[in-house]
T-cell receptor, first 115, second 114 residues
């Protein structure tokens, strides 16, 4: 049981390049989330999904896109990377609120540097 | 919006002494509150949560948290700190308006010295 798996774990991009971060969970969770973590700012929600085929914006969505074509996967895309997107990105998942009282399960993080 | 605040960037405590990491909350309705821990270069690990019921919640690794409605606080505590408790601690509150995501505080770095 792998839990939440993020790939890649590290990536260096040049300004203007594009990339996709993949999050996969094997717990049959309905809800999935992408956060970014920056020093002194805690974790901030980028986008989230409450089920297959649905996505919504979080607190800091600009410059990112997401897709949830399969229940187990949640993709985060950067179309044109900027240095301000240098961060550590975390994916998380949870059961729906009928089943769970809300704790999120996190991946190990993806460290992205944009030069 | 539901939010939490962690007033201390860093807490230092000697091994064997009790520790407290502070958190206050601002919510509409009943709060769903959480504590997570993050070790260097790792993801966040769930410690404990308050949903309803007893104001003292017990969690993993000997940690507990006290919910205080009148002071709108949810402080994390441990009776006797270990060096291995040194990590980054996050308080969080569930946000029903964002797909039940958690809104996190800025984090408190705990350093336990031998």
């Amino acid at each position: 049981n792998a839990g939440v798996t993020q790939t890649p774990k590290f990536r260096v991009l040049k300004t203007g390049q594009s990339m996709t971060l993949l999050c996969a969970q094997d717990m049959n969770h309905e809800y999935m989330y992408w956060y970014r973590q920056d020093p002194g700012m805690g974790l901030r929600l980028i986008h989230y999904s409450v089920g297959e085929g649905t996505t919504a914006k979080g607190e800091v969505p600009d410059g990112y896109n997401v897709s949830r074509l399969k229940k187990q996967n949640f993709l985060l895309g950067l179309e044109s990377a900027a240095p301000s997107q240098t961060s550590v990105y975390f994916c998380a998942s949870s059961h729906d609120v009928i089943v769970s009282t809300g704790e999120l399960f996190f991946g190990e993080g993806s460290r992205l540097t944009v030069l | 919006a539901q939010s939490v605040a962690q007033p201390e960037d860093q807490v230092n405590v000697a091994e064997g002494n009790p520790l407290t990491v502070k958190c206050t909350y601002s919510v509409s309705g009943n709060p769903y509150l959480f504590w997570y821990v993050q070790y260097p270069n790792r993801g966040l690990q769930f410690l404990l949560k308050y949903i309803t019921g007893d104001n003292l919640v017990k969690g993993s690794y000997g940690f507990e948290a006290e919910f205080n409605k009148s002071q709108t606080s949810f402080h994390l505590k441990k009776p006797s700190a270990l060096v291995s408790d040194s990590a980054l601690y996050f308080c969080a509150v569930r946000d029903e308006d964002s797909g039940y995501a958690l809104n996190f505080g800025k984090g408190t770095s705990l350093l336990v010295t031998p």
